[in-house]
Nanobody, 119 residues
Framework: EVQLLESGGGLVQPGGSLRLSCVAS????????MYWVRQAPGKGLEWVST????????FYADSVKGRFTISRDNALNTVDLQMDSLKPDDTAVYYC????????????RGQGTQVTVSS
């Protein structure tokens, strides 16, 4: 059974940082690209970042480029998202997603972790 468990969310002031982590199990982690996506209150899912299976290819939404960094550890089956210079617009539930012909229709998504950026 595929399991994805996110952690690291919380309340942070604008300009602050958080590091999200996702622990994966139930599949051969190094074989899959992984994504972080988010859902703000009242909005749909938004792609945030992608990392390829080797960890040497990363991609970011324009809204987070230069502020967020995705990484993975294939020995530990983890994918992280370092978030710096956080803004109120980053407030959302963040989800770790396993590639399944992309992220949008993936059946493999964690329960999410809440990130709130507010003073």
């Amino acid at each position: 059974e595929v399991q994805l468990l996110e952690s690291g969310g919380g309340l942070v002031q604008p300009g602050g940082s958080l590091r999200l982590s996702c622990v994966a199990s139930g599949f051969t982690f190094p074989h899959y690209w992984m994504y972080w996506v988010r859902q703000a209150p009242g909005k749909g899912l938004e792609w945030v970042s992608t990392i390829n299976h080797l960890g040497d290819g990363t991609f970011y939404a324009d809204s987070v480029k230069g502020r967020f960094t995705i990484s993975r550890d294939n020995a530990l089956n983890t994918v992280d998202l370092q978030m710096d210079s956080l803004k109120p617009d980053d407030t959302a539930v963040y989800y770790c997603v396993r590639d399944d012909h992309g992220w949008r229709g993936s059946a493999f998504r964690g329960q999410g972790t809440q990130v709130t950026v507010s003073s």
